[in-house]
Each structure stands twice: as C-alpha cells, then as structure tokens.
C-alpha cells in the first residue's frame, strides 16, 4: 500500500515538472509574452520596461525564472503579470463552479451511460439497440459550443425556463444553483454519455462468452442476477478508468469550451483567459491543477478497479 | 425485464424534474424585477428613487480597481467616481461632460510661469472613504504611486512632464521635487518641465486621485486604496464581479459639481455580451456596460421590445481608423495611402459594426476641440468608397501586387472589419492577408515596433482627455515612436506634425475652445496626408432595464456611464 | 483511449486459409478480411452512412465547380453594401445593422448571406474541404506516429519504452483542449519554422500532436502481447533484423486495431478543429472552415439562424457518418469478440 502511495507520489511530481515546462518553453517562443510588457502595459516606455526587467529579475537565464515561478505558485506567492491578482486565489475563486460542473455532469454521464449501454446491450441488434447507437453517436458528433448556444438561446432567452448563464454559489441559493448548472450539465454530459455508453455495450456483449458468466449460468443464477452481479462488475473496469481521467480534466479546468458558452468563471474559463492573456503564471498553475488531479483521481480509479476486478488485485 | 428501466428512469425523473424547476421558477424571476439572477443577495429596493441597488453587466473585467494600474475604460468607468482628483468632469450630459471643474481643490489651477507652474488649494474638511483625513501631501504620493507601479499613462502623461518624475521613476530620487505641498494650509505647487496645456485633465485622471499616503506601492487589485469620491468598491471576485456601492461619507463633505450617487451598482462580469444584452432586455439586468457592442442580430428585437430605454449616443470620443505604415511599403508611397481612403467602403464598416458608427475621415473626433468643423474630406465624403479611383491611384502608385499584412483582433466586428479591409485591399490590387490576434494582446503585438513593423492594420483610440495631445502627442508624432509598446503603430514621423504638435500641446485645454483653429489645420493636413485612414467615430448603446429612469442616466464623454445618475424609476 | 487486450479474429497474414491438420483437404473457405468486408456489407446502417460521408466528400471537393458555375462567387467575395433581388423584391444582402439574408434556395446565395455578405452555401463546401483537409492530415499525423511510437515502445520495452510512455503520459495529462488552444495561439502570434498562423496545416499539425497518446497507448498494449508469440519467436529465430521484425510480423497484426482507431480520429479531429476554432486557435479568417462558420454564426443565432444551422448540420451528418461507420466497422472487424478497443477519452477534447 505505502508502495503503491509513493510511487503514484513520484509519477504525480515528475509529470507536474514535465507539464509545466512544457507550457513555460512555449511560452518563452512568444515575443509578445515579455513579461515586463504585460505588466507594464500599454504606453510604457523603454526605461519602464527596463526597470520592470530588473525588479522582477527577467533578465536573468530561463531555468532560473522557471524554478522562481514554481516556488511563486507551490508557496502562493504569484501574482497574474496584467493584473496582479494573486493566482492561486483566483483559481480559488473558480474551483466551485467547475467542482461543480465535473461533479454533477460526471454523476449525470456516469449513471445515463450505465443506464444506456446495458439497455443497449440487453437489447443488442434489436430496433431499441440501433436507436440507441444513433442517438448517443448523435451526441458524440456535436460540437459542445454549438449545442450549448442554442440551448442557450431557446431554452433560456425565448422560452426563460433557464438563466443565461453565469453561476450562483450553492451556499448562497441552492436553487439559482442548480438552474444555472442543468444546461451545462445536459451539454457536458450528451458527450460523454454516446461514448461510454457504446464502450459499456461493447463490454457487456463480450464477457457474455467468459468463462465465468457460463459457469454462472451452470451455477442457476437468473438472468438478472448474471447480469447485475458479475457481468456488470467487469464491464465497469474500462468505464470506470475512463471516468477518472475524463473527471479529472474536467475539474483541472479541461472543459473550457462549456464553461466559456455557460460563463460559469471556472478553472476553465480562467484557462482560456489566462492563454489569450498570455498570462504565463495562472496557466501554469492550472496545468499544475490537471496533472495532479489527473494521477490522484488515477489512484482512486486504480484501487476500484483493483476491488471490482480480483484478477487485477492479485497481479499488483 | 422492469427493473434495468429503473436506473434510466430515475434519470428522467430527474431531468424531467429539473426542467420542471426551471419552468416554474421562471414566472418569478421575470416578474420580481428586484433579484437579478446572477446577483447573490441584492438589496430590496423600495420604490423610491433614493436607495437601492442595480446590476450592471459588463463584458470584461477592468484590468485593476487599483486606479495605480489601471488604463482601460472599464476600469475608468469605476474609478473616475471612487478616486476624485484636485480637478474632475461636469456631471452633465453630450459635450457639455468634457468641460472640467474643480474636484478636490476648491478651484481649476492657477497656471503661470508661461504655463509651467500650477497652483492649487486642496478643499477643507475631506475625508478618504475610510474615514481618515485627507491631507495635501497625499496628492505627492499618488502621484509617486503612479509611476512606481506604473500606471500605463505614466511615462507618456506624468513622468516627463513633471519636474524630477524622471529622477524618481529611474530610482535616483527618493520623491518628486517638482511637486511641492504644504498640509496645513492645504496649498499644492506642481512645476513642469515644459508649458503643457493638458495638464489639467492629467490631474483629473483617477490615478492621480487622492490616496492616503503610505498605501503600499505594490498594486492591490482585491483591497485597493481608499479615495475620495462618491462611491467606493467592496467584494472584488477576481474575473467575476465587483460592487460600486455609495460612500457614506460623501454627501457630507459637500464638494459642489459631484453629486452623491442614488443607488450602488453590482457589477458582473460575464464575457457572453448577447446573454448580457438579453438578460437587460428582459429586465434581469439593469445595465448594459456602454463600452461593449450589442450584436446587430439583436438590435431589431431590443429596438421592437425596448425602443424607449435603448438608443445610440456618439460621445464623440472616440475615433477608429486603420493605420498605414509610412516608412514601410507599400504605404510610405502618399498615393498608395490614397488609395486606401478613397476607396474604403465606410458604409459597409458600419454595417458590420451593427449600423453604430458614424462615418468619418478627420482623426480628431467631435468632443476634442481641434477637430475640423468646416473643412470637406480631402477625399472624398465617406460614404460606399470609390473602387475604381482606388484602383487607378494603386496603378499610379506603382505598388501594385504589393503583399500586405492586415494585422486584426479577433472579437466581433473587429475581425469582420479586417476581413473586409483585406479583401477591399485585394479588390484595388495589392496581395493582402489578415493576421488576427487575440484582443487581450493585440496592441502590445502590433507595439513590438523594432521587430514587427507593421504595414497596417485596425486600431482605435477613446480619449484620455479632449485635448488633441491625447491623440497626436501619443499615436502620430515622431517622438512617440516607441521600439516595444509603441502605440504610433503607422510610425508616422512628418516633421510638420511633430514641430507643430509640440507647438501647441502649451495651449491649455481651458483655452482651447478659442483657439482650435491651429489645431484644426493640422488635422486637416493629417488628413490630406492619409498617414491614417479613419473610417469613423464609434456610437455607444445607451442600453437600461425598464426600472431605470432612462431620461436621468447620463453618459460622460469620456468616462461613458455616470454612475451618480442612476436612479430607479 | 485505455488498454487492449489480445485480439480474437487473428488477421495476420500466416494465418492459414482454412486447413485441418490431418492432411484431408477442405474446400476453399473465405479468409477473415472477405468475412470481415461482407459483414460490413450487411450492415445496412454503417453501408447507408459510409455512402453519406463519402456524398460530403465529394460535394465539398465540387466546391469550385459550385462557386464558379452555380453561385458565380468565390467564397471570400464580400457583398457588404449590395443589393439581390428575391421573388421580385430588391433586398439588402446585409441589412443595416449587420443581419443578412437567409437562404433565397436560388443559385446566387442559396443559403444566405453571412455578416459579410458571402454566399454561405460557397463558404460551406470550402469550409467543408478545409475542415475535411485538417482532419484527413491530423489523422494521418495521429495514425503515422501513434503507430510508430506504440510499437517502438511496446517492442523494444526497457528504456525506449519508458522513455516513450513518459513524454505520452505528459501529452495526455495536459487537456487536450488546453494543449490545442496553446499550441495554437503560440504558432498564431510567433511562428515555429515554416509553420505560420494563417497556414491550414497549423491546427492539423496541433490536432494530430494532441492524439498521438491515444493511438499510441493501445498500439503499445497490443505489441507487447504480440512480442510475445510464437510467429515472433520464430522470426527472430531466423535472424530477421527488428525492423523486419515490426514491420512484417507485428504492424499486420496490429492492422485491425489501425483500421478501426482512423474514423474514430478522423471524426475527432473534426470535432476538434471546431473546439479550437471557437477559442480562437484553430484556423484563422479568411480562411473558412465548417469550425468558423460556427463560431461566428452563434452571435447571430436571434436573427439569422441559418448561418449556424448549415455548417451545424454539415459538421454533425459529417462526423456522426464517420461514427456509424466506423462502429460498423468494430461490429465486422472483431464480432463479439475479446478485443476491447475502448473508443474513449478523446471526448475531453471537444468540451
């Protein structure tokens, strides 16, 4: 168990290093991502950029600004170069709207796509089971933004059933809450729900010719509990690892196009800010946010998978 | 096989149940004009007009609310009203707004020494909003935390121009000796190195609002300084909202010419500018922020649904114009320049900006005294363009073929109008592509002037103050040609222009409605010279819910919405 | 895109074509690539919708042809200020305040105008060739390297392996969507050799980068279970050098796995260049793309639905035809059998 906790603490280190210097090397090939020109703004001149150059030490060799700008954010000491806002505050400010988008759009996906697969499996080649396909490939082939804008505008402006966006903290209104969230989750979810729900049919189909279902079977187990108690608990696996990563992009700011239709001003509506902005500083962090949710919710979805499936259990 | 529907139908119940809530809850919040959806605990009002808050919808958020950084109109729009300097605005409506007054001093400078030395009394009495008293040499420190932070108009506006501003910006100096101030009798002496006439709406920018001195001189952006002002803001969420919410220590100090506002104002910010147009259609907002465009898709509803709190206003500040580069082909070549004015279709820029701009060709626009009243275009009368001239002076001009980068933001119209300014670029015969680049970082990308060089491209500039300075000391002389940052993106250098400019910035701006003529002239001959091709002054939505009196709320033309105006109705 | 585990139907070249082993002669029987082709035949579904997709293709390959003999106008051609006449009536092509006209179903704009006065039913069969064009090179990329980098590191093990799995790991730990809108705006505002921003092959070089990891992981999976059979141990027997090795005995076996991984990339990177588009770092104007027809169509969803509505439609029938026929193709490919290709993942991008 302590292995297995430090090596997932190792891999979780090694890919925070490697992601952010990924992301400060690119940025460092934009001219006009000069630090000292976007904290100087517009109109400085020369003697102000110089001055900021030295005060904020960019003049010195990249590997030097680089570990300076790690120990800024891990410490919570950096500040945004345009505006000067503290950024692991304002991606404080953000994690409850995605918190909560991930969270109620991932249970929404997860539960509809089991829903969806096994019906469609149960169902296989019949008409329900060809509907089925087409409606959630349907949602697989469709642009988020698109489908969010005119939800948007139908659904909210013309028939007023929704807000226009925004959000409101659950603490503060739980009702104005969930209203402004179920869009954003309908959008997020018609995604997800087509792909998982075609990966669960398609595992559901294949361990009906395992070993184990047949002696199940022998054993005089119903159809139903077949289906519920042993097939189901293996078709999970793949389900199950997938939900972990999507989860943990979604939460590491990954659904940027939805927050940005939405204006829910989560991680990724600061994401996609802080890139146009060439706000070096906050992206980083954020990418920071992702790949440290990423092995975390990894781990977790390791040692679930490890319970559903004992063969995994015995080969760790 | 009942029980595999269940998990499914547990879905549909629930999403059957949410639509269900959100059908119900809408007959409430469309008829409760009083909470704002997106706004967490705003204040009932009662149906008087004296209290009570408004929602005003934003589409981006300030750069700071730290009048030390900030130089952006959203911000402006705030601090002009939080942080009052020794002179301010008229709170009054059209041109009228531009004329200054006395703000915290107890009168407009006194200007002598051939316009190098001001003198004024700072009011008796003043206390900042958190209740500390206000003292003379609280302007000498805003004016240090200014260029130490720096504020973006510092090194253009306040550091050459003050004596010693250079030797305290560059760190040799521990103050600003031009400045002198004397707390007890409240007098403030400012030497200049030079007579120069804007300097009066210098000292009525925000940054250089009174702040108490001592405040830390690293920005502030979540807990800025206290001003003296009308209001003062509170609950700042970073890239969301902030409240302008009314300083209860104003009325009492009886500044005359700034009134005490009636309601405080929530800001939200929300980048989605059609949701924010619909939500003031539908009275869910208050406000709709005058520096953001409304969708032309959405004008004929707004104009059928709300045609009586909804209406256009030139403020006459503000000029869009697409610069030529002069030292680099192909628009160093006067005829090629020509060209591009005389066959600009200004009637399809228009359109594409939702029918909002009027029509232009003179750089100054019509609030800053300067801008040519009787003189035709030299031109032509702006209007659809004359492609075949255009053609015909591209042949002349021998630049024919020549390729051309069209550098572009991205948001709506912008794009749009250097789409059609490439493909009009195209039709007269030069080889023109478009670069778009993202809005937040387009000026400071066409600014890398030593490595770029741009050729030309869109460009926009809303006064600082209505003195032609503003315009000419910053984006057309020689001297204003910066190697990063610059701002003179068509690195015009003519010396006519930079000999004259210099010449008359020592005009006063109090002084200048008599004495436009020269500047006039000078902007005719930018003109003449098409070192830019304007193709118009910018109108800006005046765009309410129906709680608010609409005849009271006032546009000031540099600042846009007059926050001490609102009222609910 | 998670692991997979051997495969069922064995499409490798050595397997023999239906032989019994006590010497007796069977008839002739069909190999499994024949079987595999007449169950995709009789899949009605996958048959109608690969016929769909391939009708788009060449539509949009015709679009000079329609440009420059149905509508007369090229697809960047502004008309800000014109006139048309529709049914009698002489109509502003933009009106005033920027909303243009809808679908006049003649030959001269027959679906609209957009906000600049182009003919949209031209911009939609250009668009679409652009967008066709970036996916089709960004599948290319994915397929070309995922496959490389997968058997590289699923054969050599050791080293190589880790080495290749750790720079995977970082790809595909960034958000794709993230790492798109980055990439993009870094090749938009400076340049990175002789890719420039307005270049189409700038968003088909960044898509294709972004799913190299999820062709890559399976790929990797397969071969290392390949690796381990007797075909494999034979040929290394026999001396052949590794190369040979992947290419002739390996990357055949892996045919499957490629053929059903392309429209399922193909499909995304589709998706995805629309994502990109919409954040601004995707193809860039005046360049059209079904992507940018998009994005600038939703500001004029209240009065001129049309012009989201076409390419909307366009994007979706394109890339849900790919999805049919690409599950088709699983369903003959491997039917009912233990390979778990698990077509996933990727759809963080598109949100």
Redesign the interface.
Known sequence: MARFVVRRLLVMFALLIATTIVTFGLFTLIPSANPAVLIAGRLATPQEIEQINVEYGFNKPIYVQYVKTMKNILTGKAYSYQSGFNVDSEIKAGLPATLSLALGAGFIWLVSSIAVGTLAAVRAGRLTDRLLAVLALTGVSMPVFFLGAVLLYYLGYKLNWFPLGGYTKLTSNPLQWLKHLILPWFALSVLFIGFYSRVLRSSILDSVNEDYVRTAHAKGLSERQVLVRHILRNSLIPIISLFGLDLAQVIGGGAIITESVFNLHGVGELARDSIQRLDIITLMAIVMLTAAAVVILGAVVDVITAYLDPRIRLMT | ?K???K??G??LA??IA??A???C??SS??SSSSKS??S??AAAPSSSSSSGTITLAQGV?P??L?PG?D?TTQGAETNWLVYTGLTTYAHTSGLASTKLIPGLATALPVITDGGKTYTVTLRKGLKFSNGKPVVASDFTYAVERSIKI?W?????FI?PNIVGGAAY???KAKSISGITTNDATGKIVIHLTHPYGAFVNVLAEPTLGLIPAGFPL?????SPPPGVGPYKVTNI????SYDVVRNPLWPSMNVPGIPAGHVDVDV?V???V??NA??VL?N?ADVFDWADTI???????IQAKASSRFSFINLGGSVYYFFLNSQEKPFNNQLAREAVVTGL?E??LS?????TLVPACFFLPPAVAGHPTSASCPYGTPG?GNLAKAKALVKQSGEEGAPVTVWSQ?R??R??W???Y??FLNSIGFKA?????????Y???I??EK?LHPQTGFADWNQDFPNPIDFYG?LLTGGSI????N?NFGETNDPQINTNAAKYSAISTTQLQANSTQWQALDEYTAKKAYVAVFGYQKFPKFTSSRINYGAALFNSIYGWDFTSFELK | MSTTSASGTDFSDSAPAGSAGDGQALPAGIGPWALAWRRLRRNKTSMAFGGLFLLIVVLCLLAPVYSHDVAHIGPAAENITGTIKVGGKTENIVSLTDIPIGPTWHSHYFLGADELGRDVAVRLLYGGRNSLEIGAVATLITMIFGTLLGLAAGYFRGLADGAIRGVLDVIWAYPAVLLGVTLGTVLAVGSIGPLHGTNLMVPAVVIGFVYIPYVAKPIRGQTLGLREREFVDAARQQGLSHLRIMGWEILPNLASTIIVFIPLILANAILLEAGLTYLGAGVQPPNASWGTMITDGIDQIPAAFHLVLAPGIMLVLAVLSINIFGDGLVDALNPRAKVRISLTGSETDDH
């Open positions: 096989m029980r595999y529907v998990p499914l547990a879905v629930v999403v949410a639509i809530i959100g059908a809850g809408s919040s469309s959806s997106a967490s605990g958020f750069q700071s730290d950084l130089y720096p973006g108009g510092s090194g253009e550091t910006s560059s760190g690293k920005v502030q952006p979540t969420v970073a890239n969301q939200k929300n980048s989605n059609s949701a619909l939500a539908n869910t969708p032309g898709s959405l004008q004929p509803q279709n009637e399809a359109r594409l900006g939702g029918g659809i991205e709506t119209p794009l749009q250097g789409t059609y490439t493909q592509t478009q670069k778009p680049i993202a809005d937040a970082t000026f400071t990308t600014g890398e490595t910053v910066l190697p990063t940052d701002e």
